[in-house]
């Protein structure tokens, strides 16, 4: 409803300077004060200043209108607190037309704010049947739009609907749009959408999605299935012109792994962990992988302390050792796993450390290399791609400054990565007001930033950070009684416009800034990232103020557990859930048991050599990882797709604190 932007009650409090300054600035523009059509324009294409000048010259229903269209154009031209400002102003008094079009003009707004699901429950005040054709093309777009905050199936339908409306320029966009939609849906849930018995156009899509998943690993049976699908659905849109995503996939060339440069650096202090990367590599080439069943107990099995600690700027998150469970985690249907070893292929590597990036390219090209994997430095990827070789780059690291490439697809174990999948399960579990418990570095400021972008992606706003001090400062905490309030200041939003300041009708005005929030009393998670001391301290002194039966929950990342953790910490960590990657958390116990003992119960080389077999099989799908939208793989590092600039993201497996055990989180 519109008052979850605006309280009008109170509007004539908000506005007067800024929106004077606004119409006295227009009043030059146009003198001829002109009464709009009975109905609202198609389209405010006469620019904000225009409009605002009709506005202050009108009255009554006549004002409205203009004062509409107005904050369309606002809303066009990029200028969004003037928007609200406006849309704070509308009457409340308004006729059914107009009404309308302030829910699809409030619900542009909240877009433009990433508040998705304000923005749906805008759009569930609008009836398509009542609206113009051009208002129905706007309204589609705009359910399409707030995605974030709708089940894949409404934004089908929205696709859908919005095809007979569109020209014929712009229906092949939409019908690719829609393809990239329905290939989000997991392939385990395809077959499980209840739809209506009169969605004939949707049905067709969805069984499009089936015939896709069942053949997608031969390109002669998927063509087949297609043209049989097409026979069977000659009305659907997409049978007339196949989707460009279904196109590719059906004429892809697949990229040769015949020879495979593998980039790392070799000596110096990160060649520990460079090999130990190399050697779950060639251990997949090689096939020599221990397998089991997925395990069917939840035993929990301790292993002693490690102290390895992760190669300065690797691509790897900065995660202690974690305690091993058996968690019987099912693997899913219809997911590519671990790739088959091949022996006939060569791997030859190259040490990044030895020679420049660009040379190494050469050399690796002159020797055959058809596909590279690396390197695993940010400097170094940065440089590799940034050489313009022909060669496909799995690389190993994300850069800073990330850009999409054909030929390139990036994959790391990162702490952004990590904070990404906590928003999606905390989300998940119904979780909308948390705060960020971090260390004040830049670990802590790249934590933030992933886990807010990813929270307002997924419709929620406000995320409320706190500093962590040292262990010494956490025991004066302790024995002062003073506990840890869950409290903070917003992490930067990054839903607002990037402009600081916004000139409307040749006025600048700044863009207002959110106040500053110091405390969370509606706090209901808590995202801790600390090591198992420090955590040892945190939760102790987090319930000291909020009490045991506080329905607060605690999450934290795999920095905070270690082997070896006695049950008093267990114990201690009663609730708590934190993420790892599917080998250390017991979905294949014979490969865990094999690597850990490989490496003296080292976990952080553990994760290296299972980035190492993640490598080898990624490498192996390189051509639908790249060009195939919403490409799945089953990894030990986590349930692997490739996202936005073929950046491989990962899923984690999440575990829980138990009457003194870890066991797996449902």
């Given at each position: 409803?519109?008052?979850?932007?605006?309280?009008?009650?109170?509007?004539?409090?908000?506005?007067?300077?800024?929106?004077?300054?606004?119409?006295?600035?227009?009043?030059?523009?146009?003198?001829?004060?002109?009464?709009?059509?009975?109905?609202?324009?198609?389209?405010?294409?006469?620019?904000?200043?225009?409009?605002?000048?009709?506005?202050?010259?009108?009255?009554?229903?006549?004002?409205?209108?203009?004062?509409?269209?107005?904050?369309?154009?606002?809303?066009?031209?990029?200028?969004?607190?003037?928007?609200?400002?406006?849309?704070?102003?509308?009457?409340?008094?308004?006729?059914?037309?107009?009404?309308?079009?302030?829910?699809?003009?409030?619900?542009?707004?909240?877009?433009?704010?990433?508040?998705?699901?304000?923005?749906?429950?805008?759009?569930?005040?609008?009836?398509?049947?009542?609206?113009?054709?051009?208002?129905?093309?706007?309204?589609?777009?705009?359910?399409?739009?707030?995605?974030?905050?709708?089940?894949?199936?409404?934004?089908?339908?929205?696709?859908?609907a919005l095809q007979s409306t569109l020209p014929a320029t712009a229906q092949q966009k939409n019908l690719d749009a829609t393809w990239q939609t329905l290939v989000t849906i997991p392939q385990?849930?395809?077959?499980?959408?209840?739809?209506?018995?009169?969605?004939?156009?949707?049905?067709?899509?969805?069984?499009?999605?089936?015939?896709?998943?069942?053949?997608?690993?031969?390109?002669?049976?998927?063509?087949?299935?297609?043209?049989?699908?097409?026979?069977?659905?000659?009305?659907?849109?997409?049978?007339?012109?196949?989707?460009?995503?279904?196109?590719?996939?059906?004429?892809?060339?697949?990229?040769?792994?015949?020879?495979?440069?593998?980039?790392?650096?070799?000596?110096?202090?990160?060649?520990?962990?460079?090999?130990?990367?190399?050697?779950?590599?060639?251990?997949?080439?090689?096939?020599?992988?221990?397998?089991?069943?997925?395990?069917?107990?939840?035993?929990?099995?301790?292993?002693?302390?490690?102290?390895?600690?992760?190669?300065?700027?690797?691509?790897?998150?900065?995660?202690?050792?974690?305690?091993?469970?058996?968690?019987?985690?099912?693997?899913?249907?219809?997911?590519?796993?671990?790739?088959?070893?091949?022996?006939?292929?060569?791997?030859?590597?190259?040490?990044?450390?030895?020679?420049?990036?660009?040379?190494?390219?050469?050399?690796?090209?002159?020797?055959?290399?058809?596909?590279?994997?690396?390197?695993?430095?940010?400097?170094?990827?940065?440089?590799?791609?940034?050489?313009?070789?022909?060669?496909?780059?799995?690389?190993?690291?994300?850069?800073?400054?990330?850009?999409?490439?054909?030929?390139?697809?990036?994959?790391?174990?990162?702490?952004?990565?990590?904070?990404?999948?906590?928003?999606?399960?905390?989300?998940?579990?119904?979780?909308?007001?948390?705060?960020?418990?971090?260390?004040?570095?830049?670990?802590?400021?790249?934590?933030?930033?992933?886990?807010?972008?990813?929270?307002?992606?997924?419709?929620?706003?406000?995320?409320?950070?706190?500093?962590?001090?040292?262990?010494?400062?956490?025991?004066?905490?302790?024995?002062?009684?003073?506990?840890?309030?869950?409290?903070?200041?917003?992490?930067?939003?990054?839903?607002?416009?990037?402009?600081?300041?916004?000139?409307?009708?040749?006025?600048?005005?700044?863009?207002?800034?959110?106040?500053?929030?110091?405390?969370?009393?509606?706090?209901?998670?808590?995202?801790?990232?600390?090591?198992?001391?420090?955590?040892?301290?945190?939760?102790?002194?987090?319930?000291?103020?909020?009490?045991?039966?506080?329905?607060?929950?605690?999450?934290?990342?795999?920095?905070?557990?270690?082997?070896?953790?006695?049950?008093?910490?267990?114990?201690?960590?009663?609730?708590?859930?934190?993420?790892?990657?599917?080998?250390?958390?017991?979905?294949?116990?014979?490969?865990?048991?094999?690597?850990?003992?490989?490496?003296?119960?080292?976990?952080?080389?553990?994760?290296?050599?299972?980035m190492g077999v993640d490598a080898w099989t990624l490498a192996n799908h390189f051509t639908p990882l790249r060009q195939?939208?919403?490409?799945?793989?089953?990894?030990?590092?986590?349930?692997?797709?490739?996202?936005?600039?073929?950046?491989?993201?990962?899923?984690?497996?999440?575990?829980?604190?138990?009457?003194?055990?870890?066991?797996?989180?449902?």
């Amino acid at each position: 409803m519109l008052s979850s932007f605006v309280n009008r009650r109170n509007a004539g409090r908000f506005v007067p300077v800024v929106l004077a300054g606004l119409i006295l600035a227009a009043c030059g523009v146009n003198q001829n004060n002109q009464t709009p059509s009975a109905s609202l324009q198609p389209t405010a294409n006469q620019g904000s200043a225009y409009y605002l000048q009709q506005m202050q010259q009108s009255q009554d229903d006549s004002r409205s209108h203009w004062q509409l269209l107005a904050i369309r154009a606002l809303l066009d031209e990029g200028k969004v607190p003037q928007a609200g400002q406006l849309l704070q102003q509308l009457p409340s008094q308004l006729n059914a037309e107009q009404q309308a079009e302030s829910h699809l003009l409030s619900a542009q707004f909240a877009i433009k704010q990433k508040q998705f699901s304000a923005a749906a429950k805008q759009l569930t005040a609008v009836s398509a049947s009542t609206l113009s054709d051009a208002q129905r093309q706007r309204y589609y777009q705009l359910i399409i739009d707030s995605a974030p905050g709708e089940a894949p199936v409404d934004v089908l339908r929205a696709h859908i609907a919005l095809q007979s409306t569109l020209p014929a320029t712009a229906q092949q966009k939409n019908l690719d749009a829609t393809w990239q939609t329905l290939v989000t849906i997991p392939q385990d849930q395809a077959g499980n959408i209840t739809i209506n018995a009169n969605e004939n156009i949707l049905q067709g899509w969805l069984d499009l999605l089936g015939v896709y998943y069942q053949n997608r690993g031969n390109q002669d049976t998927l063509k087949s299935a297609v043209k049989d699908w097409q026979t069977r659905y000659p009305d659907n849109p997409a049978s007339k012109t196949l989707p460009a995503g279904l196109a590719q996939v059906m004429n892809l060339s697949v990229a040769s792994t015949s020879t495979i440069a593998l980039l790392l650096p070799l000596t110096g202090p990160g060649a520990v962990f460079s090999k130990a990367i190399e050697q779950g590599f060639e251990d997949a080439h090689n096939g020599h992988l221990a397998t089991s069943a997925p395990a069917a107990s939840d035993a929990v099995i301790q292993a002693p302390e490690s102290s390895a600690s992760a190669a300065n700027n690797a691509a790897v998150s900065p995660s202690a050792p974690t305690p091993a469970t058996t968690t019987g985690q099912d693997q899913q249907p219809g997911i590519p796993h671990t790739a088959a070893a091949n022996t006939a292929a060569q791997i030859k590597v190259y040490d990044t450390n030895g020679h420049p990036i660009d040379q190494l390219l050469q050399q690796a090209q002159q020797d055959g290399a058809t596909l590279v994997v690396g390197p695993l430095l940010k400097d170094d990827v940065a440089k590799a791609v940034a050489t313009s070789t022909s060669l496909n780059i799995l690389a190993l690291n994300e850069p800073t400054d990330l850009q999409n490439h054909p030929n390139v697809c990036y994959f790391a174990l990162s702490p952004e990565n990590e904070a990404r999948d906590a928003a999606d399960h905390m989300w998940a579990q119904g979780k909308r007001m948390p705060v960020l418990l971090l260390p004040s570095n830049s670990l802590g400021d790249r934590v933030a930033t992933a886990f807010t972008r990813q929270w307002q992606t997924l419709g929620g706003t406000t995320v409320l950070r706190q500093p962590i001090g040292s262990e010494s400062d956490l025991r004066s905490r302790v024995n002062s009684n003073t506990g840890i309030a869950l409290s903070g200041t917003p992490v930067a939003s990054t839903s607002t416009s990037d402009n600081n300041a916004v000139t409307v009708a040749g006025m600048t005005f700044d863009a207002p800034t959110a106040q500053p929030v110091t405390s969370g009393g509606d706090i209901d998670s808590v995202y801790i990232v600390a090591n198992q001391a420090s955590l040892d301290l945190i939760k102790p002194l987090i319930t000291m103020r909020i009490g045991s039966q506080s329905h607060v929950a605690f999450y934290a990342n795999s920095l905070s557990s270690q082997a070896g953790a006695g049950p008093d910490f267990r114990f201690e960590m009663e609730g708590l859930q934190f993420s790892d990657i599917p080998l250390l958390s017991g979905a294949n116990p014979s490969l865990k048991q094999q690597v850990t003992s490989q490496f003296n119960q080292d976990y952080t080389l553990t994760r290296l050599y299972a980035m190492g077999v993640d490598a080898w099989t990624l490498a192996n799908h390189f051509t639908p990882l790249r060009q195939q939208a919403g490409y799945q793989v089953q990894g030990n590092t986590g349930l692997l797709k490739a996202t936005h600039n073929c950046v491989i993201n990962r899923t984690l497996s999440w575990n829980q604190y138990t009457h003194g055990e870890v066991v797996p989180v449902n």
